[in-house]
């Protein structure tokens, strides 16, 4: 190595940059327009999720509460940390939905659980849910359109009345 690149100095960016670059990347990261349909898809999305959160958090709708699911998730091998993602995902993303704080977060969580579940528990069962009861489990149909729909949501926002808004608001101006 030539000992004039090993002692050149690295270039020192100006500390004015930074925190631009990161008010620009939170803005982005939490603006959204006011689209409604936005707002009916984080809403919708939250309502179909919410049930599946209550089962595994609380026990509601037959599931198993908190203790039970960490136990049934741990002792088929998932990890500690991955189990209470999971958990906090289906429960905690809900919530967020509704207020639309932390859409994009929120809808990326989702769709991570859901995958998951998908590829790892409901594949061997085929596509379709189980109308009829002459599969050994549910399919992959419901996985689509929630996954798509969290999509959407990572990628335009929360729209109307979402929290997000607000936030974006205070990372859009000259001041931090």
């Known amino acids: 190595m030539n000992t004039q690149t090993a002692l050149r100095p ?12 990161v008010r620009n990347a939170l803005y982005r990261f939490f603006a959204t327009d006011g689209d409604i349909g936005s707002l009916i898809l984080r809403l919708t999305l939250a309502l179909a999720m919410f049930p ?5 958090v609380l026990g509601w709708f037959g599931g198993f509460g908190f203790k ?6 741990t002792g088929n091998g998932m990890p500690l ?9 289906e429960f905690l993303g809900p919530f967020a939905l509704v207020a639309g704080f932390f859409t994009r977060w929120s809808a990326f969580g ?5 995958l998951g579940a998908a590829l790892m528990v409901h594949a061997a069962n085929g596509f379709f849910l189980n109308w009829m009861g002459k599969q ?32 974006a608001r205070r990372f859009s ?4």
């Not at 989702?110 to 859901?114: A, Q």
């Not at 489990?137 to 689509?144: K, N, V």
């Open 136 to 167: 050994a489990g549910e399919g992959i149909e419901y996985f689509i359109p929630v996954i798509a729909i969290a999509v959407v949501l990572m990628i335009k926002g929360g729209g109307r009345w979402a929290a997000d808004r607000s936030i």
């Open 81 to 89: 940390p991955l189990a209470l993602a999971v958990m906090a995902a």
């Open 110 to 114: 989702i769709s991570l659980v859901m």
């Open 52 to 56: 599946h959160g209550a089962q595994k």
């Open 10 to 21: 690295t270039p020192v960016r100006n500390a004015s940059q930074r925190p631009e670059r």
């Open 173 to 176: 101006g000259n001041g931090f």
């Open 68 to 73: 039970g699911t960490l136990a049934a998730f």
